[in-house]
């Protein structure tokens, strides 16, 4: 695996954003994604989690983004996706991806792999 995150930017409150986690390796099918935030002077939190399509294909949030935020993955494209509608100054971070073999009941204290850099996420208000 070889993550690589895009599709960060700078957004007025209330935008949205769609952000990419592409495999290099092309073996990303075979495992769950995570997304992850870290915010200056935060310890890192884990935000969504999406099974690969062939174990259930569920999905995980944490409480402070369903609704608004909905994780996917396009396995032909080897890419999970995060799209964040409706954007709060508080989901700035930078957000990053890891794979698991899956996510389950305990997706995020999960051991992760293969992070990628991140991409950063900034909300204005």
């Known amino acids: 695996l070889q993550l690589a995150e895009s599709g960060g930017g700078l957004v007025q409150s209330g935008g949205s954003l769609n952000l990419s986690c592409v495999d290099s390796?092309?073996?990303?099918?075979?495992?769950?994604v995570g997304w992850f935030r870290q915010a200056p002077g935060k310890e890192r939190e884990a935000v969504s989690c999406i099974n690969n399509s062939d174990y259930d294909g569920q999905t995980y949030y944490t409480e402070s983004v369903k609704g608004r935020f909905t994780i996917s993955r396009d396995n032909a494209k080897n890419t999970a996706f995060l799209q964040m509608n409706s954007l709060k100054p508080e989901d700035t971070a930078v957000y990053s991806c890891?794979?698991?073999?899956?996510?389950?009941?305990?997706?995020?204290?999960?051991?992760?792999?293969?992070w990628g850099q991140g991409t950063q996420v900034t909300v204005a208000s």
């Open positions: 390796g092309h073996t990303l099918r075979y495992y769950a």
């Open positions: 890891a794979a698991a073999p899956y996510c389950g009941g305990n997706w995020k204290s999960r051991e992760y792999r293969d």
